[in-house]
């Protein structure tokens, strides 16, 4: 086996708040909400997508957010980015740099899960 690519990650969300996902996924990073297929719909959550990237929100009842386990986003304008988060009054923990790897630094979604945001100056040649 070889896999090739990556086609989404899913975070999970508390029931009944697709707005705050909505808000974060859609309003403040951007991507743009693709509707769920039907067979899926009624269990709530939400989809988004965006160059490269997948985003699949799911309903936990017994919902914890993801604390260590995280997603990276490449971002081309990381201070941008950062700006955006501190905006909308979400946390930004800079990141040690690591010899080797591009400027990053840390967040979280609206529910808690952590993220990840990788400075991108062009791009993976994978």
């Not at 965006?50 to 929100?57: I, M, N, R, S, Y």
């Not at 990141?95 to 591009?102: H, I, K, N, T, Y």
């Not at 808690?112 to 994978?126: A, T």
Request: glycine share 12%.
């Amino acid at each position: 086996m070889r896999i090739h690519a990556l086609d989404h990650v899913q975070l999970s969300m508390p029931r009944g708040q697709e707005s705050l996902g909505r808000r974060f996924y859609g309003e403040i990073l951007g991507l743009r909400e693709v509707d769920k297929p039907e067979a899926l719909a009624s269990a709530g959550g939400c989809w988004f997508e965006g160059p490269g990237t997948a985003v699949h929100l799911g309903v936990e009842d017994d919902f914890h957010p993801a604390r260590k386990a995280h997603v990276a986003f490449r971002v081309r304008d990381l201070k941008g980015a950062r700006q955006a988060l501190l905006e909308a009054g979400l946390p930004v923990r800079e990141a040690s740099p690591v010899p080797g790897l591009p400027p990053r630094f840390f967040s979280t979604d609206l529910f808690g899960n952590r993220l990840e945001f990788i400075e991108d100056k062009g791009g993976r040649s994978d």
